[in-house]
């Protein structure tokens, strides 16, 4: 295993630093502005980019790619939901998503406001419809950045620190241990299944809170 990880790893570390960090960027932007974030997801962008990272600069370079890139894709979001949403919301692909997902969404954030946006981060399918959403509501702006950024620091710091942990642990024990690549793989793994659990427990929660208010008086 660890000549087949090793060999990924450097197809990776081959890139140039400023350019990996660039495309991860603007891989982030499009993930939230134009629904590339159902299709590829953005934890797959910025795990595979940050298992290149050498050296603090590379480190908060690419975090701050990350977070300036997630930023720019919810901004375009908004403003495409703002000034073209119930258009894209009819298109071929907004059919496709499905007006349930769409009317949910919105309903969750009806409910929710600012909580809904900063947790969207952390759920699937949510955090690429979310933006467009919010566009099309009443949200202001600076209300949707000021809930938005926090969850997008948080979050590009989480994936950003395993991905680069787990590659420099591998790097560190490659040549002394010959079971190094499952090191990498186990702390990938753990993170992945934490992620999970955290995503449904979080999806479940906010189910809940959200029957219980359509439950409540009005």
């Known amino acids: 295993m660890n000549d087949i990880l090793t060999w990924i790893l450097d197809a990776v570390s081959t890139v140039d630093p400023a350019i990996r960090t660039l495309l991860a960027g603007i891989g982030m932007m499009l993930e939230t502005s134009v629904l590339v974030g159902l299709i590829v997801?953005?934890?797959t962008i910025v795990i595979v980019?940050?298992?290149?990272v050498q050296g603090p600069?590379?480190?908060?370079?690419?975090?701050?790619a990350i977070i300036t890139g997630s930023l720019l894709g919810e901004s375009i979001g908004f403003a495409l939901g703002r000034y073209f949403g119930p258009r894209i919301r009819r298109s071929r692909l907004g059919r496709r998503l499905g007006e349930k997902r769409w009317a949910s969404t919105e309903a969750y954030l009806k409910k929710?406001?600012?909580v809904a946006v900063f947790l969207s981060r952390f759920l699937p399918v949510l955090h690429?419809?979310?933006p467009l959403t919010v566009g099309?509501?009443?949200?202001?702006?600076?209300t949707f950045m000021a809930w938005t950024i926090p969850a997008c620091v948080i979050w590009a710091l989480a994936y950003v620190g395993v991905g680069a942990a787990a590659a420099g642990s591998y790097r560190e024990l490659s040549e002394q241990l010959h079971f190094a690549g499952y090191i990498f793989v186990g702390i990938i793994a753990a993170f992945s299944v934490l992620v999970f659990v955290a995503k449904r427990w979080l999806h479940r929660v906010e189910a809940r809170h959200m029957s219980t208010?359509?439950?409540s008086p009005s």
């Not at 480190?59 to 701050?64: N, P, Q």
């Not at 099309?136 to 600076?142: D, Q």
């Open 128 to 130: 690429s419809l979310v």
């Open 41 to 43: 997801p953005g934890d």
């Open 57 to 64: 600069a590379q480190f908060v370079a690419l975090v701050v």
């Open 213 to 215: 208010d359509d439950e």
């Open 112 to 114: 929710r406001g600012g």
């Open 49 to 52: 980019a940050s298992t290149a």
């Open 136 to 142: 099309m509501s009443t949200m202001r702006y600076r």
